[in-house]
């Protein structure tokens, strides 16, 4: 499944959350070696302090949704966060990228995400990652939310016109079959929707319609006992943005499931507390939109493999939403305002130098964002759209000079 993604990892299914891929919390040291095996009786787990609160009243909320799981429940979770994860880029042995060499540090972005986890139990919130809860509104979304129905971007619908209108855009703009994208949002108000969580327990956990209903309201009170969790509206459970195809996938559950750009609210809401607003739904839009480019033409392939390939991709959409952005027939938007703006790609640069998921240093955003936007100012005549291989190859041209070292 080819579902690159710049706000969390590279797939949305294995996508929990930027808190825990990024910032790197504390929660995630105290979680099982990866690889650990694990041996799970129903209503026991092997290790019983794995999941123990200092609150008795959340401890009593633990133990009520471990009580109600199958055994083996957490080699399910993995099995179906990891779906996806089959189809990465290939090359884990690949050379890995030599850190050293640029310069990247931590972001705003990462602070703010420490921000929205303060407060909430540790304990709690380890059971929910591990139970995949966090990635519930992304199968939600991908699975079963179209446009046929009724779509709002934003909690309460407030972006509802830069992204629709954007959207509009996109599609007029590239050369591109465009018909069969579909632009869904993705709320983590379905947490609070009983039958809409037990419907994510039988995917993960294989489980019956009864007991999939009982962990589900369990899940629900646990969630809800935590204030900062805000009921599913904690940015945390939404905070990605990605493209899909379904091309080439096998697996029954994603087969026939329709191209799609699926925008969370919890992107959109961090966004706005950077201070980027409209500009950054426009910007997260126009790169998921670079990436139906990408499937449309074939743009994925290139020698380049492992955390390089992920790179080249993920920086060329970088591109492709810059050059649309400020391209006299795209959004012709002042090229300085919008490379202050693109702080939102900056925002969410990464230092994951080894990882297949690996989007590129925010230097390295921030170079394919000014590179694209003076192709655009540089076009003779302003009104010409060159074709997106042409673009392509460009950027590919660029490349190795966008990715030097910093020092």
Not at 44 to 62: C, E, F, M, N, W
Not at 189 to 198: F, T
Not at 247 to 252: A, L, V
Not at 371 to 391: C, E, H, Y
Request: charged content about 20%; glycine content about 8%; overall charge negative.
């Amino acid at each position: 499944m080819k579902s690159p993604s710049p706000y969390g990892r590279r797939h949305p299914l294995a996508a929990a959350v930027v808190a825990l891929t990024m910032a790197a919390t504390s929660l995630l040291a105290v979680s099982a070696p990866a690889g650990a095996a694990t041996t799970v009786s129903t209503g026991t787990v092997a290790d019983p302090g794995r999941y123990k609160s200092a609150d008795p009243g959340t401890q009593a909320l633990i133990d009520a949704v471990l009580a109600k799981l199958p055994a083996g429940w957490e080699a399910s979770a993995k099995a179906a966060a990891a779906k996806a994860g089959r189809t990465q880029t290939t090359g884990l042995r690949d050379k890995a990228i030599n850190p050293d060499d640029y310069e990247c540090e931590d972001t705003a972005l990462v602070a703010y995400v420490d921000q929205q986890l303060a407060g909430v139990d540790p304990s709690a919130l380890l059971l929910l990652f591990m139970l995949g809860v966090l990635d519930y509104p992304t199968y939600d979304a991908l699975l079963f939310e179209t446009s046929a129905t009724p779509q709002h971007f934003g909690r309460s619908g407030e972006y509802d016109i830069p992204i629709t209108h954007n959207m509009r855009d996109l599609r007029r703009f590239w050369d591109i079959r465009n018909d069969d994208i579909q632009l869904v949002a993705m709320h983590g108000s379905m947490l609070r929707d009983v039958n809409r969580v037990a419907r994510m327990v039988k995917i993960f956990f294989g489980v019956g319609d009864a007991q999939a209903l009982q962990l589900a309201q369990s899940i629900i009170a646990l969630i809800a006992s935590q204030p900062t969790l805000r009921n599913g509206d904690n940015p945390i459970f939404t905070l990605n943005a990605f493209a899909f195809t379904a091309e080439g996938e096998t697996d029954p559950l994603f087969q026939g499931v329709p191209d799609k750009i699926v925008m969370g609210d919890g992107v959109l809401e961090a966004m706005t507390a950077l201070g980027l607003g409209d500009m950054a739904a426009k910007a997260i839009l126009a790169h998921e939109y670079g990436h139906h480019v990408q499937f449309e033409k074939g743009l994925f392939d290139s020698p380049l493999t492992g955390p390089e390939a992920t790179r080249r991709t993920e920086l060329m959409a970088d591109a492709l939403s810059t050059y649309f952005l400020t391209h006299a027939r795209g959004q012709a938007i002042n090229s300085k305002r919008l490379l202050a703006a693109s702080r939102s790609f900056f925002e969410v640069g990464d230092c994951q130098f080894t990882s297949n998921g690996h989007h590129g240093t925010p230097n390295q955003r921030l170079r394919s964002a000014t590179w694209a936007a003076d192709v655009a100012n540089s076009a003779r005549p302003q009104g010409k759209i060159m074709p997106s291989l042409t673009f392509a190859g460009l950027f590919d041209a660029k490349l190795p000079e966008l990715v030097a070292p910093d020092a």
